[in-house]
C-alpha cells in the first residue's frame, strides 16, 4: 500500500507528527512494534509522573499533623498499588493515543519496520510475517532505551534499567541510583519518600549536573535532608550480583568504597535506538551514533526523514513533538520557523522540582556576556508559606547591555507548571522590566517570577 507518509514509531515524536500530518491532508499510517504512545507514554513520563504523586500524597499524609489534620494510625506505602495505579494510568493513555489515530483516520501497522530504500519499509509481525509498504515520505522516530555501561551491566533482576524500575515485583529496602539526570533523581526521589534506603552516585561534582550550579547545590541539599546519601564526583567500578545483595565499589576522591544494596538502578542516559532500521542500505548517515539531519529533519536519504532521540539535540518528549511538527508542516508545503533548541525548557519532577530554560550563569559568563542576575526565594513568598513548601527560589539571569532573558532556573513546589512563562517571555524577546511591569496574581508561586526579574534590576520589594 502506498502513504503520502509512513512513520516508523508511535512515540511522543511519531504520533504528533502523524496526526498533523493528516489535518494537513496526507495519508499517514503509523508502523508500531510494541505500545502505541513509546516509552514516553508506557515506560517513562506518564507512569513515573503517577509514582511520584504517590510519593508526593504520602508525603502530605506523614505531615499532616503539620496543616491542622489529626489522621489515626501511621500512614504505609503500598507498593504493589502504586505499581498498579501508574500501569492503569498508562494503558488509558495508551487507549487515549489509539483513539486519536482513529480519530486521525490513520491506519496503525503492528510491527517492526525496516527500511528497504526506493521509499520502501518492510515491516515483520511478531508471528514472523512480512509485508512491504511504500511512501512518498517516511518518518524515523523510533526513539531511545537505558544506555547500558561495561562496568554496570543490566542483569534485569539486581541491576535494572528504569523499565525495570517502574515495575518492581516488591519494594527494594535499599537502593544504588547510579547517574542524577531527570530518571536518576526522579527515581531516587520516589523510592526514598516510600521508605527505601537511597543512595544517589554522581559521576560529575553536583547532581543534576546540567542545571545551574546554584539549583543542583539546592536539590542536593534537600536530598540530603530528606534521608538520600548523595555521591558527587563519584564513579562505579565495580558490581558482583552473586551474593543476596548487590556490591558495588564506588571511587571517590577518598578513595574506594565498597556498599551493597538489593537494587541497583542504572540512570546513565539513554541509547538511540538506531538499530535493524536499515539505515545503511538507505543511505542514512549516522553522527556520533545518532541520525545526521538539517534542521527540517530530512536524512541524507531522500524522502527519509527521522525526528526525538535518534537525532541530536534534547532527548525530551516535548522536543520530539515539536520536532515532528516542523517536519511534516515542511513536507506539506508549510514554511515552518526551525525549533530553537536554546529555548527548550527542561523539567525534573522531584520534591522540590527544578524546572529551567536556557543558559546557567556559567554559560553565559563563558559566552562573554555582561549579566544581570536576580533571585528570589521562596522563604518570602506567601503562597509557599502556606502551602507548607517554602525550600527553592526563582534565578533569572539577564544580559544587562539590552535586558534580554537568557536564562530561567526555578526550584520549588510545582516550578514545572511555572516555566513556561519564562520559554513564552524569550520566545517573545522580553526583557525584564516587561517582566517586573506584568502585574502577577497574588499570592502565587508565579509573583517569584515577577520579583526576581525585579531583584535584578534593584526593584524587590519583598526581600
Known amino acids: 500500500m502506498n502513504y503520502d507518509l509512513l512513520v516508523i514509531g508511535s512515540g511522543p515524536g511519531g504520533y504528533v507528527a502523524a496526526i498533523r500530518a493528516s489535518q ?9 512494534r510494541s505500545e502505541l504512545g513509546g516509552i514516553c ?15 508526593s500524597v504520602f508525603e502530605y499524609l506523614q505531615h499532616a499533623a503539620d496543616y ?38 490513520i491506519e496503525v501497522i503492528q510491527g517492526a519496520g525496516k527500511l528497504l530504500g526506493n521509499k520502501q519499509v518492510e515491516v515483520s509481525s511478531e508471528s514472523g510475517d512480512k509485508t512491504v509498504y511504500s511512501a512518498n515520505h517516511i518518518l524515523l522516530a523510533t526513539g531511545a532505551r537505558s544506555r547500558q555501561l561495561p562496568n554496570l551491566p543490566q542483569d534485569g533482576e539486581k541491576v535494572i534499567g528504569y523499565r525495570k524500575a517502574l515495575t518492581l515485583d516488591k519494594q527494594p529496602k535499599s537502593m544504588i541510583v547510579v547517574g542524577s539526570g531527570a530518571i536518576g533523581s526522579e527515581f531516587a526521589y520516589f523510592y526514598n519518600a516510600i521508605g527505601t534506603k537511597v543512595t544517589l552516585v554522581e559521576y560529575m561534582p553536583t547532581i543534576v549536573p546540567v542545571e545551574d550550579e546554584e539549583v543542583s547545590k539546592q536539590l542536593g541539599r534537600s536530598f540530603k535532608k530528606a534521608g538520600i546519601k548523595v555521591m558527587t564526583a563519584a564513579e562505579v567500578t565495580q558490581v558482583d550480583t552473586s551474593g543476596d545483595k548487590v556490591k558495588v565499589v564506588i571511587k571517590t576522591k577518598k578513595g574506594e568504597e565498597e556498599h551493597e544494596a538489593d537494587i541497583v538502578l542504572s540512570a546513565v542516559g539513554i541509547s538511540p535506538n538506531v538499530e535493524n532500521l536499515g539505515l545503511e542500505e538507505a543511505g542514512v548517515e549516522l553522527e556520533n551514533g545518532r541520525v545526521k539531519v538539517d534542521e527540517y529533519y530530512r536524512t541524507s536519504a531522500e524522502g527519509i526523514y527521522a ?49 529551567s530554560v536556557g543558559m546557567t550563569e556559567k554559560a553565559a559568563k563563558e559566552a562573554g556576556y555582561e549579566l544581570k542576575v536576580g533571585k528570589f526565594p521562596f522563604s518570602a513568598s506567601g503562597k509557599a508559606s502556606a502551602a507548607g513548601h517554602k525550600d527553592g527560589f526563582v534565578k533569572l539571569i539577564f544580559d544587562a547591555k539590552y535586558g534580554e532573558l537568557l536564562g530561567a532556573h526555578l526550584i520549588g513546589a510545582n516550578v514545572t507548571e511555572m516555566i513556561a512563562e519564562l520559554v513564552t517571555a524569550r520566545k517573545l524577546e522580553t526583557t525584564g522590566h516587561e517582566i517586573i511591569k506584568a502585574v502577577h496574581p497574588h499570592p502565587t508561586m508565579s509573583e517569584a517570577v515577577m520579583e526576581a526579574a525585579a531583584a535584578a534590576y534593584d526593584e524587590v520589594i519583598h526581600i
Not at 494537513?24 to 508502523?31: C, I, R, S, Y
Not at 491542622?68 to 498508562?90: L, P, Q
Request: aromatic residues 4%.
Open 24 to 32: 494537513l491532508g496526507l495519508k499517514v499510517a503509523v508502523v508500531e
Open 41 to 55: 507514554l508506557n515506560w517513562g513520563c506518564i507512569p513515573t509522573k503517577s509514582l511520584l504523586k504517590s510519593a
Open 68 to 105: 491542622g489534620i489529626n489522621i489515626k494510625g501511621e500512614a504505609s506505602a503500598d507498593f504493589e498499588a502504586m505499581v498498579k495505579r501508574s500501569r492503569g494510568v498508562a494503558d488509558g493513555m495508551s487507549k487515549g493515543i489509539q483513539y486519536l489515530l482513529k480519530k486521525n483516520k
Open 307 to 355: 525526528i526525538g532521540d535518534l537525532v541530536p539535540g534534547q532527548a525530551l518528549a516535548h522536543v520530539a513533538s515539536a520536532e515532528g511538527i516542523i517536519c511534516v508542516e515542511k513536507i506539506a508545503g508549510h514554511k515552518p520557523e526551525a525549533l530553537d533548541y536554546g529555548n527548550i525548557p527542561g523539567c525534573t519532577y522531584t520534591s522540590p522540582e527544578v524546572a
